[in-house]
Each structure stands twice: as structure tokens, then as C-alpha cells.
Nanobody
């Protein structure tokens, strides 16, 4: 079992920055790819960023590429999402996810490949 707790969300003006953190319980964090997803009420969950369990592979949605950076610290069982140059359209509930422990060291976009999800942290960007 893996439990995930996000933090770092809040209200920020357009152009500002936030850093989200996702703390994971359990001893298998370092063998799981991690992802960040976001959702706005009435819309489908959207992939934001992912990182492989080694940290050597990352992937980003086109809408955040060049503005967001995903990273992880396996010693601290934590994954981060640094968000810069925030836009009002980035407003959403951001959730982190841990994959099912696949053997390949890949950054995964498909939410179906993730087994564990956090409750989310709200990010609101004002114009």
C-alpha cells in the first residue's frame, strides 16, 4: 500500500510560482513512477507531468512544457512539481499518483497505469 499526501497549493497571481509536494508512505516509492494530474469540475482529469522511478525520464503535457518541472527525492519519498509562469487556465485540483510498480523505468501519461492517488491540492491562479 502507498499513501500519498499533496501540499503546496494555494492562490497565486498570474505569472507567479508554486511548488507542489507529494509525500508517499511505504518502502516501494523508489520503484514506482510518479505522475501529476489535474482536474477542473465538469472536465476530465488531465495529465500534467510524470517521472520514472529513477528520475531519469520525465514527460510533460504540451500545455505546461517549459513552465513546470517534475522532480523526485527517493530518500525523502517525495515528488515535486515546480510551477512557474502560472496562468489562470492552470487553475485546478492537482493530484499526484504512484504507478502499479511496472518493471520498466518510464514516465507514464496514462492514468490507468497508476494505482495509488492522493486527495489533491487546489491551485488557483488569478488574472
Amino acid at each position: 500500500q502507498v499513501q500519498l499526501v499533496e501540499s503546496g497549493g494555494g492562490l497565486v497571481q498570474a505569472g507567479g510560482s508554486l511548488r507542489l509536494s507529494c509525500a508517499a508512505s511505504g518502502r516501494t516509492f523508489s520503484r514506482r513512477s510518479m505522475g501529476w494530474f489535474r482536474q477542473v469540475p465538469g472536465k476530465e482529469r488531465e495529465f500534467v507531468a510524470a517521472i520514472s522511478w529513477s528520475g531519469g525520464n520525465t514527460d510533460y503535457a504540451d500545455s505546461v512544457k517549459g513552465r513546470f518541472t517534475i522532480s523526485r527525492d527517493n530518500a525523502k519519498n517525495t515528488v515535486y512539481l515546480q510551477m512557474n509562469s502560472l496562468k489562470p487556465e492552470d487553475t485546478a485540483l492537482y493530484s499526484c499518483a504512484a504507478d502499479a510498480g511496472w518493471p520498466t523505468d518510464a514516465a507514464r501519461r496514462d492514468p490507468a497505469e497508476y494505482r495509488y492517488w492522493g486527495q489533491g491540492t487546489q491551485v488557483t491562479v488569478s488574472s
